[in-house]
C-alpha cells in the first residue's frame, strides 16, 4: 500500500462525523440590516452525518447509529415512525424551515432573566430586522435615512408526522444532535465549509458569493455517563451552557458589490486580503418608538443598547480547510445545538446575492484536521 493511499484511509478513519447540509436555496426578496427589500427562501435541504469509529449519534436520543439524515432529525419528535426507529424525544425543537431570512444575533443563550419565553432558555438569542416604509427625514430621497427595527425569534418545532401538511416555519435552522463516545474524554475538532451550489436543474452557478454572509455556532449542553439511559440522554439541555462557539467561513472574500456595499458604510473590504471585518449584532428587539436607527447606523458606536459589536471565535478563508478545537468530548452522551443561518449584518449579505444554492459542510472528528 502506498503511503499516499494509507494517509487517505487514516484520514478517512479519523473523520468520525460529516454533517453535510446540502441543497439549500437561498432566494432573497425582503428585508435584511444592510440592505432593503429581501427574503431568503430554502427549497430543500439534506442532512447526511456518520458515525465510525465507536462514535455513534443520535437525533432522538435513543436511536443510536452511524448515519443521520434530514428525516432522522424531522421524525425526532414524532411517535409515528416506527419502521425506521425514530422519535420519541418529545421536548425537542428542531427547525428546518421552508423559508429563511437573515437574522442577527449577540452570541448569547436566553435565560430566565432575558424576558423572553422560559421554554427558549438555552436556544440562541436571534432577531429578525426589518425596515420601515416612513423615512426617518422624510424629505430626504436617501437610501440611509429608512428606519430599522428588529423582532425576537423564537426557535419553533417542526415535526414531520404529516409531511405533507407540515408548515416549516422560521427565519433559520436550528437541530439538536447527541454524540456518544464510551472510550473516555477525548479532544473534539470541527471543519468544514460553506460554498455555492451548483443548480440541480441548469446546472449553472451565480457567483453571488451570498455564503460569505453565513454563520454557524454549535452549543454545547449537557452531558450523561450512561447512554443507555434513554430518559436521561434526553432530559439533557443547553440551559446556562456557556460553551457557544461561533464560526465565520469565508471571511476573506467578498464580491465586487459587497465591496461598493461596505464602502457606503464607511467600510474597506477588499477581496483575499485577509482582512477580518467588524460588525455589530442585534442584542435585544425594539420598535421605532423606542429608538430611531437609520440603515447606516445600526452598530454599537450609534445605538448600543441594541447593538453589540461581535467576534466569532473561529474563522476561515475560503481558501482554506479549517481545523478548529472544541471542548473535550466526555464519555457517554453529550447533547449538541447546532444554528446554522445569514447574518444579517453582515457586509456580504445584501440584494445582489440573491437566488443563489449554499451548501454547508460540517465534519468533525476526534484528531485535529492537521494531523498528517
Known amino acids: 500500500m502506498s503511503k499516499r493511499t494509507k494517509a487517505s484511509k487514516r484520514r478517512l478513519n479519523n473523520l468520525l462525523i460529516i ?37 455513534q449519534i443520535s437525533a432522538n436520543g435513543s436511536d443510536w447509529k452511524t448515519v443521520l439524515t434530514k428525516d432522522d432529525i424531522l421524525y425526532a419528535s414524532s411517535a409515528e415512525d416506527t419502521t425506521n426507529a425514530r422519535g420519541g424525544y418529545t421536548n425537542v425543537i428542531n ?17 430566565s432573566v432575558s424576558g423572553h419565553n422560559a421554554a427558549q432558555e438555552g436556544q440562541l438569542k436571534m432577531f429578525l430586522g426589518n425596515t420601515s ?20 425569534q423564537t426557535d419553533t418545532r417542526v415535526d414531520k408526522a404529516y409531511p405533507e401538511t407540515a408548515t416549516n416555519t422560521g427565519s433559520y435552522m436550528a437541530f439538536d444532535i447527541f454524540l456518544r463516545h464510551d472510550q473516555g474524554s477525548e479532544d473534539l475538532y470541527m471543519s468544514g465549509s460553506v460554498a455555492e451550489m451548483e443548480d440541480p436543474v441548469t446546472g449553472a452557478t451565480t457567483d453571488k458569493q451570498l455564503e460569505n454572509s453565513a454563520r454557524i455556532a454549535i452549543v454545547k449542553g449537557d452531558n450523561t455517563s450512561d447512554a443507555t439511559n434513554v430518559t436521561a440522554v434526553r432530559a439533557l439541555t443547553t440551559k446556562g451552557s456557556t460553551d457557544i462557539k461561533m464560526w465565520e467561513p469565508n471571511y476573506d472574500s467578498h ?51 441594541y447593538f453589540v459589536n ?35 449584518q453582515d457586509v456580504d449579505c445584501q440584494n445582489y446575492a440573491s437566488g443563489q444554492y449554499i451548501v454547508y459542510n460540517l465534519s468533525f472528528s476526534l484528531d485535529s484536521f492537521t494531523s498528517p
Do not use: C
Open 95 to 111: 427547525q428546518m424551515p421552508a423559508n429563511m431570512a437573515p437574522v442577527s444575533t449577540d452570541k448569547n443563550l436566553w435565560d
Open 133 to 152: 416604509t416612513d423615512l426617518d427625514d422624510p424629505t430626504s430621497t436617501t437610501y440611509g435615512h429608512y428606519l430599522l427595527y428588529a423582532a425576537a
Open 255 to 305: 464580491s465586487s458589490r459587497s465591496i461598493e456595499n461596505a464602502a457606503l458604510y464607511g467600510i474597506t473590504a477588499a477581496n483575499n486580503d485577509g482582512v477580518k471585518i467588524a460588525y455589530s449584532g442585534i442584542r435585544a428587539a425594539y420598535a421605532i418608538a423606542d429608538e430611531k436607527v437609520e440603515l447606516y447606523e445600526a452598530n454599537q458606536t450609534k445605538h448600543p443598547t
Open 310 to 344: 461581535v467576534t466569532p471565535d473561529w474563522y476561515s478563508k475560503k481558501s482554506e480547510t479549517p481545523n478548529f478545537k472544541m471542548s473535550a468530548l466526555g464519555a457517554g452522551a453529550t447533547k449538541y445545538r447546532v444554528y446554522l443561518w445569514v447574518e444579517g
Open 19 to 55: 454533517l453535510l447540509l446540502t441543497a439549500v436555496l437561498l432566494v432573497m426578496s425582503t428585508y435584511a440590516w444592510f440592505t432593503a427589500n429581501r427574503t431568503v427562501r430554502v427549497d430543500s435541504l439534506d442532512v447526511y452525518v456518520e458515525a465510525t469509529s465507536g462514535l
